[in-house]
């Protein structure tokens, strides 16, 4: 079964979201590296951008016409569940932490350099998706 995006989404899968932010993130990863010397560790920054999203799925629930929130979106944030399972997997604090801070309405946003490449990644992507939907992408809200 495919997870969509965002609710009311019924045409664009989680999983094709989730490969736009990965590859859009490994892409700015390596622009960083070679023009301003910041390295990343793969072991890092891979988890990070595969499994930004992983909680989506609990989040919410699929009904006629696309997807409505589930139950436990009421009672966790988005990116904190995810943490959660992070955390409980084993993978390093640096992950959960950035996991559990990059939703675009979360209180703040890690400063390390993986949040730094996942939230342009994410929000490049998010765009796209938004587009494809005919939403109106976030970069064009300001002011709105
Ligand atoms: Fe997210
Ligand atoms: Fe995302």
């Known amino acids: 079964m495919t997870c969509p995006f965002p609710p009311g989404s019924p045409t664009y899968p989680l999983k094709a979201h989730v490969n736009e932010v990965t590859r859009a993130g490994l892409d700015l990863a390596r622009r960083a590296t070679a023009d301003w010397g910041t390295e990343f560790d793969p072991d890092i920054l891979l988890p990070i951008l595969i499994l930004h999203d992983v909680d ?4 919410y629930v699929r009904e006629a ?3 409505g929130h589930a139950q436990l979106y009421h009672e966790l944030p988005h990116g904190v569940v995810g943490a959660m399972l992070l955390k409980d997997l084993g993978f390093p604090h640096s992950v959960v932490s950035t996991v559990a801070t990059h939703a675009t ?3 703040f946003h890690g400063a390390n350099r993986e949040a730094h490449v996942l939230h342009y990644a994410d929000l490049f992507a998010a765009d796209h998706a938004l ?3 005919g939403k109106t992408p976030f970069y064009l809200r300001h002011g709105r």
Do not use: W
């Open 105 to 107: 309405n979360a209180p």
């Open 56 to 59: 989506k799925p609990l989040l």
């Open 65 to 67: 016409g696309g997807a």
């Open 131 to 133: 587009r494809v939907m």
